[in-house]
């Protein structure tokens, strides 16, 4: 099959809606030579051209067909990045002008990484297996109790963008859970490839094989994996990991795994169990930090702190300390004066409070990575709100900096009575307590209650008007509905003073 054949064939496969003609086109596609190479470049994920494709207006001038080995020497420096910028931009438009009409179509879409005809990596591989690189990644299962049968490990919950590194023959780029570029990244892969080579040279026999596999001493053959967390230290700028156009700047890597590139492109449960890996990437961020030191990317990469859990209740006392750390001081690393200023600019606008770690990550140490969603990490977080009013209080531990003072309040689960007192800051817990005081006087009580605190009867409290704190709605963040009603981690958001009188109106109903 010729250029032309090919192109005609790919408007066909783009024509039909039916999923089996597609199939069955893109096998026909796929069994021609000229037809792999173009779903091999376009399609493979780890290939990337670094480039926003264009038919160039020179193009067509000299009318040679497609060839591969025409454009394979163009695609190879692209990809390499041997060529970026104006000067990929001359060479790709040099190309094109040797091309006919068909062959500067079939470039553009080998370049936008996209046939444009409605098929992907599935439906190739459908057509000849194993043609395209699946990228996967493990992902994580809810949480439940009844797996915590042996010793695990748990990681924090970081509310980042979840990102794979890899290096191929030295060449390194960000990825998505997905397999998408993440193109806003671009800068830190030249500190990650710096740690990566240094690693390389000063790190144990085990990392040097990660990173470089039996040939030692070869920097063009770094290939692994990283994966991990991209976190950016101001929380407003997180969309900028979506923004093409510009770099992420102030983006922490958080890593938590890692590997060999020949492992992490083999399919199914893949590499050494987890507890050896960990090791290589405490090591890696170890050695990162020595390269790194002095250059603005020095803080560039982070490791994942790691716990042993034995059972579900250290699990659940986990959960609870990440959901009462800010992220800034997660940012922070022990530094006070910068978890002071990281505190005023990490803040959920949705909120308006700072934003806290989400939650954890339960993993089981001796297990294999997973490219898939598997029951060896399993998370922890909350995932459900809902807007409950406020029908008591109760004051902080005996002995406590919260002991005359707001502990937290009580609300109403369907007449549960639950305690919420997390997501609350020392600032809104003196604040909500002058409000209390002036609900107490109402109702004809003393303010301080004790840590069991007190309840009272919600249409008393209408009636009475003790409606500065309490009968109002409180969004309260938790886990789970436990079997008794409750809720298990609640956490307050904010008030709901929107949707006042929608507790009167259910209860008319």
């Not at 926003?52 to 190879?76: C, Y």
């Not at 001796?366 to 898939?372: M, S, V």
Request: with cysteine; hydrophobic share 40%.
């Amino acid at each position: 099959m010729d250029a032309y054949g090919v192109a005609r064939l790919i408007e066909d496969i783009a024509s039909t809606s039916s999923r089996t003609d597609k199939e069955r086109l893109t096998k026909t596609l796929a069994e021609s030579d000229i037809g792999k190479f173009i779903l091999t470049w376009a399609y493979n994920p780890f290939i990337t051209f670094g480039i926003t494709p264009a038919i160039s207006d020179n193009a067509g001038k000299l009318a040679f067909e497609f060839k591969p080995s025409l454009v394979e020497p163009l695609l190879q420096q692209l990809s390499s990045r041997e060529l970026t910028g104006m000067a990929a931009e001359r060479e790709i438009g040099e190309v094109m002008a040797a091309l006919n009409e068909d062959g500067q179509r079939l470039l553009f879409l080998i370049l936008s990484k996209d046939l444009k005809c409605g098929i992907a990596a599935n439906t190739i591989n459908q057509a000849m297996p194993g043609l395209i690189p699946v990228f996967s990644v493990q992902r994580a299962v809810a949480y439940e109790a009844k797996r915590m049968t042996k010793v695990m490990k748990a990681e924090f919950k970081l509310d980042g963008n979840r990102n794979t590194f890899l290096s191929k023959d030295g060449n390194g780029g960000f990825f998505s859970r997905t397999g998408n570029r993440v193109v806003p990244l671009d800068f830190l892969v030249p500190y990650v490839m710096k740690a990566a080579a240094y690693a390389a040279q000063k790190g144990s026999d085990a990392l040097k094989k990660v990173l470089l596999g039996d040939r030692f001493g070869s920097m063009s053959s770094l290939n692994f994996m990283l994966d991990g967390e991209a976190m950016m230290t101001l929380f407003e700028e997180t969309g900028a990991f979506r923004r093409k156009d510009e770099d992420a700047l102030g983006a922490e890597l958080h890593l938590y795994d890692m590997m060999s590139y020949e492992d992490f492109d083999a399919p199914g449960a893949v590499g050494e169990p987890l507890e050896v890996r960990r090791v290589w990437v405490a090591e890696f961020v170890k050695l990162a930090k020595e390269a790194l030191t002095g250059t603005v990317g020095a803080e560039a990469v982070q490791l994942v702190p790691q716990f042993f859990v034995n059972n579900d209740t250290e699990v659940q006392a986990l959960f609870e300390r990440a959901r009462s750390m800010t992220l800034a001081k997660y940012l922070a690393r022990g530094n006070a004066e910068r978890e002071k200023e990281l505190l005023a600019k990490t803040i959920d606008k949705a909120t308006g409070q700072p934003k806290v770690l989400e939650g954890i990550v339960v993993k089981d140490p001796a297990a294999l990575y997973e490219k898939k969603k598997s029951a060896a990490w399993q998370k922890l977080k909350a995932e459900e709100t809902l807007d409950l009013p406020m029908i008591g209080v109760f004051n902080g531990q005996e002995h406590s900096k919260y002991e005359n003072i707001l502990g937290g309040v009580i609300v109403d689960h369907k007449g549960v009575e639950v305690r919420v007192g997390g997501g609350i800051s020392d600032e809104d817990r003196a604040y909500l307590w002058t409000l209390w005081e002036k609900d107490a006087a109402i109702i004809g009580v003393a303010p301080k209650v004790g840590f069991k605190g007190a309840t009272f009867d919600y249409a008393t409290l209408k009636r009475l008007g003790a409606t500065n704190l309490l009968t109002r709605l409180l969004e309260t963040e938790f886990m789970e509905v436990t079997p008794d009603g409750s809720l298990r981690h609640p956490r307050a958001i904010r008030f709901r003073d929107d949707k006042d009188g929608e507790v009167e109106s259910r209860e008319a109903a």
